[in-house]
């Protein structure tokens, strides 16, 4: 009866709820055994416990804001739409949209990986480094001669690598590190006591922030497989990172603290915040979310930005499972009218992500979603871009991992000229890219759709 009334108060969906219940009452003794094991949400719990400073801080002081209510006569804003999507932005992050940023998009590690160099070779007094992976090859060793080139010069040096995402090289980079002036934590390490081994909860963030005032952020990791040009290249991937200036560069430091601190066991530290940047147009917030949070942040800022379109939605993603609710807004938009287009790799390098995902296409399809395949490279790309203004970019897929489980950082922007730049990268693949049709859909083989259909069913997890 107890467990029965647990999961009657705490099951959000009624047809879970319902399940539980009957599951309770009619295998009492195995049904119970089977709520406690699997139907109640450890991840949050968990995810509170592993990182109590996770929840974002509260509204920066007015004189750091850099927001004035003149700017709501900014042409981006004069749409009602716009005004929509930047209240519920404000209630949910808690972050201040912030003016006076520029936002440079670098594609593939050969753009990416010299900018980030040579802004490490630049920094004068810190240089604070997050990422999923980091790869032990040559583009890893050379990011580490530089990050100990600039200890050696007495610049504090503090990286911070995800404890799964490290595993993805042999040897482990943080082994291949010689300077002791470099600071090197590992972000929930395994440990049989303790906090346990979470293959969940991972920080999936890449964050490189150089003396508070210039910053990085994107998808791309620390890796040779992102030289997407090297035809010899095995494992090449396409991505796009993108470098910061500005306000929001503080809240990029803000994250990085966050992390840092729950790592560290330190203190957090209140972010420096650069101010505006001469001619700097875009209009910045950064964005943390992980499963720690009350409600599931991005999905609410990706259900906002799919209602506020007026006429097209372009969304590039090497993972898609998305859930109900994301459906239901991106078929709303297309059957309003609004030209929506999803870019996906043609060869996925987790194949049964791929499965889930195509068991989702024929909705879509059918209610006027354009879907495209991108040939190789491997597309890590991660781009949502709603009509001419707005762009939301950085780690996060659209998969429930993404969505619940990890800890990521993305960036909304509103900018005309970023937003045009994306739109030609976006326009350039799908150029040449394979459309997939509903008729192509449905002549699948029946051993194919079932397949599909059964991975599908384990999408929350994947």
């Known amino acids: 009866m107890l467990t029965a009334g647990h999961a009657l108060l705490n099951k959000r969906d009624p047809r ?3 399940i539980w219940v009957l599951l309770c009452f009619f295998l009492p003794g195995i049904g119970v055994v089977l709520y406690w094991l699997l139907g109640v949400n450890r991840i949050r719990t968990r995810a509170r416990d592993v990182q109590s400073r996770g929840e974002e801080r509260p509204w920066p002081e007015p004189s750091i804001s850099y927001w004035h209510p003149r700017f709501s006569y900014d042409p981006i804003f004069l749409h009602e739409n716009n005004h929509a999507l930047l209240a519920l932005a404000d209630s949910v992050t808690r972050r201040p949209l912030t003016s006076g940023n520029r936002v440079v998009p670098m594609f593939n590690g050969e753009q990416a990986y010299p900018a980030m160099l040579e802004a490490i070779a630049a920094a004068e007094r ?3 480094l997050a990422t999923y992976i980091f790869g032990s090859g040559a583009t890893g060793k050379k990011f580490i001669a530089a990050l100990e080139a600039a200890a050696a010069r007495g610049v504090t040096v503090r990286l911070l690598i995800d404890a799964l995402g490290e595993r993805y090289s042999f040897p482990p980079v943080r082994r291949l590190i010689r300077d002791r002036r470099i600071r090197v934590l590992r972000f929930l390490p395994p440990s049989l006591f303790g906090r346990g081994i979470h293959f969940n909860l991972r ?3 890449k964050l490189l922030i150089i003396d508070s005032h210039v910053g990085f952020t994107g998808g791309m990791n620390i890796a040779d497989r992102h030289l997407a040009a090297d035809v010899k290249n095995p494992r090449a ?4 990172h993108f470098r910061i200036e500005g306000p929001v560069v503080g809240q990029l430091q803000e994250a990085f603290w966050e992390d840092w601190s729950f790592a560290s066991g330190e203190k957090f530290r209140n ?5 505006p940047v001469e001619r700097g147009a875009a209009f910045c917030r950064g964005i943390s979310a992980g499963p720690n949070e009350d409600y599931d ?4 800022i990706l259900i906002g930005a ?4 007026r006429h097209r939605i372009r969304i590039m993603t090497p993972y898609f499972i998305p859930e109900r609710s994301l459906i239901a807004a991106i078929n709303a938009a297309a059957l309003r009218g609004v030209d929506v287009e999803l870019i996906l790799p043609v060869k996925n390098n987790l194949p049964y992500v791929a499965w889930a995902a195509r068991a989702y296409f024929w909705e879509l399809l059918r209610h006027g979603t354009r879907i495209y395949y991108q040939p190789p490279p491997f597309a890590h790309s991660k781009l949502l871009l709603v009509d001419d203004h707005y762009s939301l970019v950085g780690s ?3 998969d429930p991992r993404s969505l619940r489980l990890n800890f990521e950082f993305n960036l909304e922007v509103f900018d005309r000229t970023l937003c045009d730049q994306l739109s030609e990268h976006f326009d350039a693949i799908r150029v040449r890219s394979q459309q997939i049709t509903l008729a192509e859909i449905d002549q699948r083989p029946l051993t194919i759709k079932l397949a599909d259909s059964f991975c599908k069913l384990f999408s929350p997890y994947l």
């Open 126 to 128: 810190e240089i604070n």
């Open 271 to 275: 972010p420096e915040y650069p101010p």
């Open 306 to 309: 799919f209602n506020s379109a």
């Open 237 to 240: 991937t396409a991505d796009v």
């Open 396 to 398: 996060a897929n659209l």
């Open 297 to 300: 942040k991005l999905r609410w």
């Open 16 to 18: 879970a709820g319902l």
């Open 203 to 205: 920080n999936h963030r």
